[in-house]
């Protein structure tokens, strides 16, 4: 069975050492969040994920949830208890608005929580998950009332969110939406329409379940226009507030999936349900909008989350097992064989794991406390850079992410050989489980034609240029410090094509938009890159300090040291092959018929 | 439900075409097997997999195989009937002995149908694959009686076969193999021990079941070089040749896999069974690697029969599914939106798949080929040349092929969104079911290290320079070819890397073995990219003259002129990536500390 420990450590390092967490005291909420406090939170979340929702993972995929002929969905074991501990510990609402049950603490807390969470239970990480992101829609555009009525009983955990986009014949597009709500009495609405793939849709975790459904207004213009947002409670709320009748909305079944079994996936039938309206008429898909970059950014940290747990299990493992010998001669000649570790190649998998997972984590916490900063600042130029930021490398970091988090969990399962394949291990559910990150919450080649399409040009391209002149000024600020050497020469390479491919889009995609398109997903991943590489060589110079300061570090600093000079030998140079792809353009990629496929 | 459909054309032009077919008409069984007979045995072949094998895939893997308290193993409904008819069809035999029930037509025909059948459904084909292997070593290695007591009925399909090697404390390094094998009466041995991981180790196909067996001799050697080979029926043939009296090997319990779940996984006991040697005593690696290359050359094609059907199913979904409109203006205005595939992205993704299906099928009935050219040719300069192709491009087929095969299904299921994630769809069950083809028959680390340690320096490099020679001949033979610049530059470039590469090896890896094997698996992806390149390239003018010769195939010869050059723009240029890597060497993967791992 896999194991799991949270890594306290390395967060406690990249908020002190690597990205100046004290720089950020003077914003409403930080004060609270001193790195004493920080450190005590994140030892309770790891103790709760470690110790209640990681044993649950593996039970919880073999058991997964059941439909019952009622139209109810029953979790697995043990499923309820934990998420009874996780509302009650405050985790559902740690940086939400105090004015509403939250703790107002920093969002950044509330994104490493989330990795962690995810790397113990993927699956379980989901519904609380869900529901912050109702709570987010309903406290940025709900009447005063709705705020009240439900999101301090959503926070502490006793009613669960969902959010309801996807109809049977439109995923992406939503301008196709049908579902329809036809106005009833006293600004309510009747709700009537079929969504798919709803997580969370049904379960027997909460008492209620707060459903935001995108509808079309009965008369509301055609496409994206004529979309609005309502809050379609499971069971209307009664006179005291609590949950009252039960409103027209049902799981009408649950998909069987590849993975995270323990989630439930529902078709939800809403035939005439009672909601009401969040945010204006025919503007629900601005008010979903602005959950977005949170949810997107959720999404990558689930990417990660399942690198790192696949990668401390997959390197055990290689530590542990004996077979064959090392190509140098015998490392453990008392023994039968050798552990696998002594093998370059499974150095090879296992470094790959790792040299991604660190930067990440640092590019989560960095793209995090831009959120923070965009929301909380008092300074306007301070707020607008940090919105650039988290605009440009939201989409990066949820395709990005997502991509290694199943190309690592997959790598940590060739580790183990045949066991890999075997349920027991665990590995494979890993696969399975991350498989779906890539996919949902806008899938990676729409993430990627967000940055190209959306994200660039923005603001006369303000986003990317800022970018590139913080990594510039950082490579140009170390070109010298020859300790710095072997992170800053390939960063500025990485940069440099990554210049080229933004500059190649300007000359070429405008009067043939197919070329961005079919450069995208490319030019995403060699971001991507450059953003880990940047994330590398901060964490570089970082370690080296700390390596001086505290001679006891010494160990742990220099392995970092090795592992960012492995990224920056065989990682990032991957940016010239991207960079190739793209500048080769859309004209054979189109030249081919449909009928040809 | 996923559909398929058998590339018969693209065979017979592969064969026909760009392979030469008609020039190995000498060999012997090669005069039976003239282009319109083959066209014969594909077009039957085609039928038996479309209609028969692929309807049962989906239903076989949410059914399963279940052991009984009694250790019987049921397999999925409709796989006794199918596997009837498969050996009723003579495919099991179609390359054996005559002598034995065999059909004695080219291994080629062999490789192809495994392709096909493959595709339509994986986990069904290993249960005559593994019959064909045991068949292979039975025939090598066995004395007469047992080969005439075995062998037909495995080739009717009435008895299969099965390998038993992995242990659980071996798998890789078999050394380590603790089954022991005492002498008993007239001949026999008593074998006792544990093997896992036996694929159709118990099942309810045939009325009996030969299992070969790798143990230990009392009082043999430690060590690799202390194994032999044993033949060890469920029922021991009765005085009529047909199944008698029960042995001691049982099925302790089956796995629960990621995938192929319909093919039942066993752990296998052996309590003093009742077993044969095959082959000489303590020679039973030797015995087990003369049928490796087939073994191997079987899952190299298990990954390009996924990587074919899920491109197959993926590109129907794209041209169907209404989504967005493209970028370039709509192309499908009377619709609600245009199909997904006008978009760059997704078109991105579908020639990434077929860009490597074409190649690869050449290069598999390329290798093929040479097996049916090193067993049969009069000539034994012929046989010599064969023998170094057929062991050099074994390991980077089965490496490189599964990699893709595994990729390029993840891709597939990508182009279908959310909808790619759920069972009824079939796309994700071609995700875990080509998972297995990257681990077993030797995991792809291994491939890497086989081509890497031991094919490139066999007989002072003998093989690799052929192959050098072959392919740098052909560029130059082209170089002046207008036309053929497109393909001829690019296969030059990479081949110019993969030289580099080799080079590196010979200057670097001798006193330092750590740095071949931190180089070997990107080593054996970029020899895959020269490889595969090197068939496009002779696609490509075979694809040339044909559009030439017969007008009426223009459209399906410009089709794969346009997939051949997006390989040569976006995918060759990988070369350089792992040259790169390759080039990195080993000294900074084993800086680290293996407790700091």
Known sequence: MPTYRAPVADVVFLLNDVLGWERHANLPGFADASPDVI???????AKLAEEVLQPLNLTGDAEGCTRRPDGSVTTPKGFRAAHDAFGRGGWIGLAADPAYGGQGLPYTLAAIVNEFSASANMAFTMYPGLT??????????????????YVPRMLAGEWSGTMNLTEPHCGTDLGLLKTRATPSREGAYAITGQKIFISAGEHDLTSNIVHLVLARIDGAPAGTRGISLFVVPKFLPGPDGGAGARNAVSCGSIEHKMGIHANSTCVMNYDGATGWLIGEENRGLNAMFVMMNEARLGVALQGLAISEVAYQNAAAYARERLQGRSLSGAKAPAKAADPIIVHPDVRRMLLEIRAFNEPARALAIFTALQADIARR??????????????GLLTPVLKGVFTDYGFENAVKAQQVFGGHGYVREWGMEQFVRDARIAMIYEGANGIQALDLVGRKLPRDGGRAVMTFFNEVGAFAKEHEADAAMAPFVGPLANGLGDLQKATMWFM????????????????????????????MWARIAKAAMAKRQAEPSQAGVMDAKLVAGRFFMERMMPETALRLTRVTSGAETMMALPEDAF
Chains 1, 2 share one sequence.
Do not use: C
Not at 132 to 149: F, G, M, N, T, Y
């Open 507 to 534: 000359q070429n995609a405008m009067a043939k938009p197919d070329n961005a398109g079919a450069g995208s997903y490319d030019y995403m991943r060699l971001f991507g890159l450059v953003a880990l590489g940047w």
């Open 377 to 390: 600042s008092p300074d306007e130029a301070q707020r607008r850079t940090a919105e650039d930021f988290l």
């Open 132 to 149: 912050q992101s109702a709570v987010a829609a309903i406290l940025e555009h709900a009447p005063e009332a709705i705020k009240q009525l």
């Open 39 to 45: 450190e005590a939170i994140l030892g309770e979340i």
